[in-house]
């Protein structure tokens, strides 16, 4: 076979035969790594299902509810988010099912949209504050979330008010409804706790994004499970992460009172190594479908297109691979030093990976198999078929998720993210290299937030039900009594309406929470006539929308009815300002269309 190749390309075949071994032994240490956690995964998931049933995980509700309440302090640090952060905060406010927590946005003086943004959410919720830092930004996450932690501290002493633990949460992030029940549960035994976080299902189209999809999939319900089980740290993902408090101040009093490190480019990373190394008890809450919609997870838009996730998986890289080496080396004990290595093998694997692929096509085409001795092909046999266990674990993972369709298209996905991350790989060695070599200090790679369309939304709001029994509104043995009536079609809300249990306002204020919007109350005199015109009137009668005000670049219409993307859509042409709705009953929306048009 060798005499039918080319005479340019013999010498090359030569050396890539010689290599053959040398590359696949390389995998197989790391497909063998990975498989240890695949059977720890497997024996783990088997014992919850041999479990007896009085004993099987997770707790009931029952259980979250009996839970002496702590008091949480959720923390956003921000830099020029203005587009996302206020239906961040209103979604999550109207969707969280607890009661015992505060916000706390922060932002620089030198970005006053995003001031303004909160500042609108704040005045409507006294649970929303602003934490404003001192200096100019854009600095790092962590230097953001500092100043917040000192404000935190701050509102304490002038409240009185004390914090039990502090939750980190990024601008774009669905917070699941029971996600806080569920840490204020662990909060009691744990000083750490890490939610599991997953990405929002997209097109089969968006190869970048469906490669998050799998990815954090596969880690976060195989991977992060296993590493307390076996002894290692848990990693903060960086978003959905829960201190206690005293673990923080632990934190501050090893690191010259600063609880986030300033100069790491994964400072939640760091974090979770070193309350690890402290002696802090840390825990991973085990993505499942909990008691609600979906996963308990924090859901959130990864980046979408190549140059995005290049230059956030180049920050992961540097950060925890490179930076973590220079500022932790290889740990104190072999434990440490297995699960350091685990987390930054992909500087070797990732090029190496892409290799491979190269090599299989080279492989294939030339039938290199008859060119090599028995051994590298027993070793490349031996890899290549722990290559495809690994990847028909990520399929399952990816399943369960996302469904079987989604899952068939994960094959292709890892080939491109082999591709990606050995750029990632190789760019964040480049960067890191130069950034030494120059004397210079890494630089903060900020990823770009996206905030989910109204649809992806849906599945993360409280019910209209649950809502109005919660207010007072109507009693559950009342509301069991109108569900067995109500008819095919017929929202709940105007079933109830008609049976006069509830009047319109008291239906209108449980859609307000629900949907996070805003309920409106406008005075017909005090609307000008050029602003009550700016929307057409057929688009006014076909939507039911009536603008009443403009207020800091934002147009805020009237409405009885919940806006949809589509409504979005079809006024957006008619006007350049941000829409903001707020909502009325029918009754209210009638004698304001009556008086001004």
Not at 7 to 36: E, T
Not at 263 to 271: H, I, K, M, P, S
Not at 463 to 469: A, F, G, P, Q, S
Not at 534 to 561: D, M, S
């Amino acid at each position: 076979m060798l005499h039918s190749l080319p005479v340019w390309l013999r010498p090359v075949d030569a050396a890539i035969v010689v290599m053959l071994a040398p590359l696949a032994a390389a995998l197989l240490i790391s497909g063998l790594d990975d498989l240890v956690i695949d059977a720890a995964w497997a024996i783990s998931w088997l014992g919850e299902k041999l479990r007896p049933a009085a004993k099987l995980w997770p707790p009931g509700p029952r259980q979250l509810d009996s839970a002496p309440r702590l008091s949480i302090a959720i923390i956003v640090p921000l830099w020029d988010e203005h587009e996302v952060i206020a239906r961040m905060l209103e979604h999550n406010l109207a969707s969280i099912r607890y009661t015992e927590y505060h916000i706390f946005a922060g932002a620089y003086p030198n970005d006053d949209r995003t001031q303004e943004a909160v500042r609108d959410v704040s005045d409507r919720f006294p649970n929303v504050h602003l934490a404003l830092v001192p200096h100019d930004g854009p600095t790092s996450k962590a230097d953001c979330l500092n100043w917040i932690f000192q404000h935190i501290g701050l509102f304490e002493e002038q409240t009185g008010q004390t914090f039990d633990v502090v939750l980190v949460h990024d601008a774009e992030d669905l917070i699941h409804p029971d996600e806080l029940r569920w840490i204020n549960y662990y909060a009691g035994r744990y000083d750490f706790i890490q939610t599991p976080v997953l990405a929002l299902p997209t097109p089969l189209s968006q190869m970048t994004h469906g490669l998050y999809c799998d990815e954090f999939a596969e880690y976060h319900l195989r991977d992060m499970p296993v590493r307390p089980m076996l002894g290692g740290f848990v990693p903060s993902a960086g978003v959905g992460t829960a201190y206690r408090r005293a673990a923080l101040e632990k934190l501050a009093a090893a690191r010259s009172n600063r609880v986030f490190e300033p100069e790491a480019l994964t400072e939640d990373y760091e974090n979770g190594f070193e309350l690890f190394r402290l002696g802090c008890s840390q825990a991973f809450i085990p993505a499942m479908r909990a008691h609600g919609p979906g996963f308990m997870a924090t859901r959130e838009y990864f980046p979408q297109n190549w140059t995005a996730a290049l230059r956030q998986r180049t920050r992961w890289v540097m950060g925890i691979a490179l930076q973590g080496w220079e500022r932790f080396g290889w740990g104190r004990n072999p434990a440490e030093a297995y699960w350091l290595w685990r987390d930054r093998k992909g500087l070797i694997a990732s090029p190496l990976g892409l290799a491979a692929n190269l090599l299989f096509v080279y492989g294939a085409a030339t039938r290199i198999w008859t060119r090599t001795t028995p051994l590298a092909a027993h070793i490349v046999i031996t890899t290549a078929a722990i290559a495809m266990i690994r990847l028909a674990v990520r399929m399952g993972c990816t399943a369960r998720v996302y469904g079987c369709a989604f899952a068939l298209a994960a094959p292709i996905r890892a080939i491109y993210g082999n591709v990606l991350n050995a750029s990632a790989t190789v760019r964040a060695v480049y960067r890191y290299t130069l950034s030494r070599a120059r004397g210079r200090p890494l630089v903060w790679l900020k990823t770009d937030h996206a905030f989910p369309s109204r649809a992806a939304l849906l599945e993360h709001k409280r019910t209209l039900e649950e809502i109005l029994v919660g207010s007072g509104s109507i009693s559950e043995a009342a509301l069991a009594a109108a569900t067995a009536t109500q008819p095919a079609q017929m929202p709940i809300g105007e079933h109830l309406l008609n049976l006069r249990l509830i009047d319109e306002d008291s239906l209108y204020q449980a859609l307000g929470m629900q949907q996070g919007l805003p309920l409106g109350d406008p005075d017909p005199c005090e609307v000008p006539p050029a602003i009550a015109r700016a929307i057409p009137e057929h688009a006014v009668r076909q939507w039911r929308v009536l603008p009443f005000r403009v207020a800091e670049g934002n147009l805020l219409l009237a409405t009885p009815q919940l806006p949809s993307d589509e409504m979005n859509a079809a006024l957006r042409q008619f006007t350049a300002l941000e829409m903001r709705f707020h909502l009325v009953t029918p009754r209210k929306f009638e004698s304001l269309r009556n008086a001004l048009l």
